[in-house]
């Protein structure tokens, strides 16, 4: 283990941020009052033993993420509220936070910078803001398919329903959220485009969920889909070959029809189950998560694959001595992916999860992948395993067991995550090779053996005087997938 650099206050960058965050913090709180307003600032030192950062310093963090080896960070936020109690039917939030680091480089992240307008239940938000999109654990789980808040969010404008609203009939036995949004990712890099290797492109996204059961009952049922797709200016890219206007391809990107049997832009979202019920003292969770990156999930192809969770919290309050709060178990499965000889057949071949024909970096998002973290990228595992070189993804079928656990002892919270994965590569590296409509044809790019991989992840925090708490965060990485690393983090918080 490398030794520790854990300055009081960060060098002129984290210093920078600190003012900037002071000076904000001052002012809005003036205008909105204190009770609205919340600042929160972070400063810390890292250590790893390699060059790589451990899988979960890095994974489902929204892109704040340390630098490699030694470095200082400091992360500070400013948050203005909604007055919920007010019963304004118009009222407005907003939202900024900012990382610095310093080590072998210095760094500026800006992890959220958004604005938001509430009318009734509605919601108008607009910049980059943490988002995880699928029915699962928030606060513990080990990410959903589609958005698990692994990269930094996309800036988009948002139209949502943001919280469950119970429709006011049938005694309140149903209610809704969902989303529609419009986001910009930038000029990404295309293969295989006939007349440019770069295009701008947009981001789709809309969502529906339904929740059934009576604010009185003790259990409720949940089920939906979220539809998320990589798009726009496909003429520039496919030439005049493409003859859809922008209006006509963005009905087929809404709607998900096919023009000239195959979609246009990159498709992917999960279809969604859960149910959860109140007992005495505990409340028990459960998902499942079905993926769709390609058209298997409409014949079924692929239903062996998904996200299946369990999470069990305490409703019992702490008596001062040890405490578990919540509890969580999952079980992540993508070996299918309608590709194993027993899979129904289907047009489209196997799903290849978040690999693209058009887009070379696929379903991903400044270098890190926008969903699961243990589908990895080639750039995330080791050196030398095989890799279909038009795959970003080296390593998308994965059968992976993950717990979570919330605790506490006296004044002392603890939170660790710890996970076991076994890893097969791609169908374009696998011993059953990849499917090409009707032909199966063996791996041109090696063979990926079976890699195990365990990372665990735990942090302690404490409270050491009000609105200051200290924390240390240790994290391990052991396997053949991922390169060896452990690492610490100490840091101290203020929240105003």
Known sequence: MKKIYF?????????ALFLFFALAFTDLRAQSGPELVHGHLTIGGVATSSDHVPFWFQANQYGSIPLPGTSASAIGSIHKDYDTLSGRLVDWGAGVEGREDLGSGSRFTLIEGYGKLRVGIFELKAGRSK??????????????????????????VQLSIPDYYALPFWGQLFA??????HGWLGNLPIQYGHLADHATTWFHQ?????RFGRPDWSWRLYGGFNHQVFWGNERSVFGKGFTLSTPAAYWHVVSGTTWNYSKVGNHLGSIDFGAEVDLETVRISFYRLNFYDEGALYHL??????????????LQESNGGFHWNKFLFEFLYTVNQAGEPSSRYTNSGDENYYNNYEYSEGWSYKGRGLGTPFISTRESTRQGLPNDTSDYFNNNRVAAFHVGLQASLGTWDFTGKFSLSLNYGTYGTSTFGHSTGL??????????????QFSSFLQVRKEVRPGWVFGCIAALDKGDLLNNSNGLILSLSRTF
């Open 7 to 15: 300055p009081y206050i960060p060098l002129p960058g984290g210093t």
């Open 131 to 156: 988002e995880i999109m699928g029915l699962v654990d928030t606060s513990l789980s080990s990410g959903a398919f589609a958005i698990s808040g692994n990269a930094l969010g996309i800036p988009k």
């Open 176 to 181: 809704i959220k969902g989303n529609y949004a």
């Open 206 to 210: 809309k969502s529906l969920y339904l």
């Open 301 to 314: 192809a692929n239903i062996k694959d998904g996200l299946n969770g369990l999470s069990i919290q305490n």
């Open 439 to 452: 032909l199966r044809v063996p791996p041109h790019f090696g063979i990926f053996q079976e890699l195990g």
